[in-house]
């Protein structure tokens, strides 16, 4: 059971995130609305859309700033207290600063904990809904790529003509074991083209010693072919960078696929990573955020100890994702691209807390 006195914080601290998440959840809806009413100012679709959309697609942009959430309601909740002067309460009846410290460290990473699991995947599923929703409004509707157990398909549209091309497997630039069916826009065959190789550095595929079916009737061409599309290579990576609309089981799925097709699961993998640290994350800002209030002279304005530790954690997060965006490219290994910042941020703050319980 838990002593009054841990209640009573882990609920001061609770009601403090819930706050501060409400407001940020706010100002993400309004921003979120005004670019989806922007989207649709020219399309003759019902008002409730840009509604809908800015709904599905909120919760996973909240997921992506909680780290500023638990700074600032760290220093929401440290204030009270200094202002109430309920520290030095806390210390007549035996309650160390450290014993403060450990008890809302250990919320923020059950907190964590839960919006991995649960938050994170139901906020991804929306996000997914959303993306599939405002494609059907996109021009880029007609032009679709994914992987599945089989290999990569990829379904496109240029020059009054349609393919559907299915890849067993990429390599850097290139795509091997081909077969792609070119038909008319009423969807009747025109021919079927195999491939053993295709370079698709640029949007003008080069198709290797293909074989081309025509009415049941191949013909071997040595040499190359070539056919313009809307991919390329760079073009089909950016198609799957956003993780964010894929929940732990669908990376974990995705993951098994890329391997099977030949295709670089680094990304995923640091997703992953990145997911399973949320928790330790959010201990580490809120051990952060505490520094800075027990560190900084009582003289200075509340406001003056938020805008520090909002600029501190941009700085920290901004570190974190050029640390992640050079695990994805490859020229760092992908595990120091994940902990090395933690380690460093963890130390800093390790650091700031020395005699903090003097205090």
Request: charged share 20%; hydrophobic share 45%; net charge neutral.
């Amino acid at each position: 059971m838990l002593k009054i006195y841990q209640r009573y914080i882990i609920a001061n601290f609770i009601k403090k995130f819930l706050y501060v998440s409400l407001i940020f959840l706010s100002l993400i809806f309004i921003l979120g609305l005004l670019e989806e009413i922007n989207f649709f100012k020219d399309m003759n679709e019902n008002f409730y859309y840009p509604y809908l959309l800015t709904l599905m697609n909120t919760p996973i942009t909240l997921f992506e700033i909680f780290p500023f959430v638990f700074i600032i309601s760290s220093q929401f909740f440290f204030y009270d207290l200094f202002k109430n002067d309920e520290l030095n309460l806390f210390k007549k009846i035996g309650l160390s600063n450290f014993k403060i410290i450990k008890i809302l460290f250990t919320v923020s990473l059950l907190i964590g904990i839960f919006n991995v699991l649960i938050y994170y995947n139901t906020a991804a599923k929306l996000k997914f809904y959303y993306s599939d929703i405002k494609n059907n409004f996109s021009d880029d509707n007609k032009y679709l790529a994914m992987v599945t157990e089989s290999g990569l398909w990829i379904k496109d549209e240029i020059d009054n003509k349609k393919y559907i091309i299915k890849s067993e497997y990429i390599d850097n630039e290139f795509l091997f074991n081909n077969i792609i069916n070119e038909l008319n826009p009423n969807f009747e065959l025109i021919r079927v083209i195999k491939s053993e190789k295709i370079n698709i550095k640029d949007f003008n595929w080069i198709i290797y010693n293909p074989t081309i079916t025509i009415e049941n009737k191949n013909n071997d061409i040595e040499g190359f072919l070539r056919i313009t599309t809307n991919f390329n290579s760079e073009k089909i990576n950016n198609l799957f960078s956003n993780m964010s609309s894929l929940d732990l089981f669908k990376l974990f799925s995705l993951k098994d696929d890329f391997k099977k097709l030949g295709y670089s699961s680094d990304e995923i993998t640091i997703q992953l990573l990145k997911l399973f640290t949320t928790p330790f994350f959010y201990g580490i800002f809120t051990l952060f955020s505490i520094t800075i209030m027990f560190n900084f002279t009582k003289q200075r304005s509340f406001l003056i100890h938020v805008i520090v530790g909002v600029f501190l954690s941009v700085i920290i997060y901004y570190i974190n994702f050029i640390f992640n965006s050079l695990g994805n490219n490859g020229k760092i290994p992908i595990y120091p691209s994940i902990f090395f910042p933690l380690f460093v941020i963890f130390v800093l703050s390790l650091i700031g807390l020395i005699n903090i319980n003097e205090k």
